[in-house]
């Protein structure tokens, strides 16, 4: 079965900083990964995803996100967070067959200092 | 473009009174349609997915029921709220595979009282 671990509940960077969010997904076959953040009080909006080809994977805002598959990660980075990147994170996989859903997260809730 | 709506935004019910949320989805036809609660620090919990008119399946046993009377048209229900329903619920779409993501509504609010 798919599992996701994002195993930083909370991560807290000074604005201008870079950033990392760790991911680690457990799936038998090559899974299909994604990024969503949420504002507060509202929907998930995807960042990006990964299916295939290229391991770097670029989003929107101006993230991006390496898959590796022999450390089963998919970690999200920025190199310079705004104040405004302060939101929730999660990172979710999926699989092939119609009916199969994406596993989420627990979620990362990211905190920018100024 | 398609586009899915989500409402009300946030509702506040009394202990063992009815509950009806409304999602729809336009823009798309024979979505996969999906309702997630997510109360604090809990992440996302799957709550009910269809594939299809009347196709319902259910991810967790709970006081709570769905029902998709129409393609794009995904509603989730409880003839009497408990203090433990209240959270934060989004409905979701994809079509075809996962493999394409989903896409949420703004989510609604419920306070049980």
């Known amino acids: 079965a798919q599992s996701v671990t994002q195993p930083d509940i909370h991560i807290t960077v000074s604005e201008g900083a870079s950033l990392e969010l760790r991911c680690n997904y457990s799936y038998g076959a090559t899974p299909y990964l994604f990024w969503y953040v949420q504002s507060p009080g509202q929907g998930l909006q995807l960042l990006l995803k990964y299916f295939s080809g290229d391991t770097l994977v670029q989003g929107i805002k101006g993230f991006e996100a390496e898959f590796k598959r022999s450390q089963s990660s998919f970690n999200l980075r920025k190199p310079s967070v705004h104040w405004s990147d302060a939101a929730e994170y999660f990172c979710?996989?999926?699989?092939?067959?119609?009916?199969?859903?994406?596993?989420f997260g627990k979620g990362t809730r990211l905190h920018i200092l100024p | 473009s398609q586009t899915i709506h989500q409402w009300p935004a946030t509702l506040v019910q009394p202990v063992g009174s009815p509950l009806s949320l409304e999602c729809t989805v336009e823009g798309t036809s024979n979505p996969n349609l999906y309702w997630y609660r997510q109360a604090a620090g809990r992440g996302l919990q799957l709550l009910f997915y269809?594939?299809?008119?009347?196709?319902i399946s259910s991810e967790v046993p709970q006081n709570l029921s769905a029902s998709r009377p129409q393609d794009r048209q995904f509603i989730l229900s409880s003839k009497k709220l408990l203090l433990s329903d209240s959270g934060f619920y989004l409905c979701a779409w994809s079509v075809g595979s996962a493999s394409r993501g989903y896409t949420f509504g703004s989510g609604t609010r419920l306070t049980v009282v």
């Open positions: 979710a996989v999926g699989a092939l067959n119609r009916d199969d859903k994406i596993i």
């Open positions: 269809s594939v299809g008119i009347g196709q």
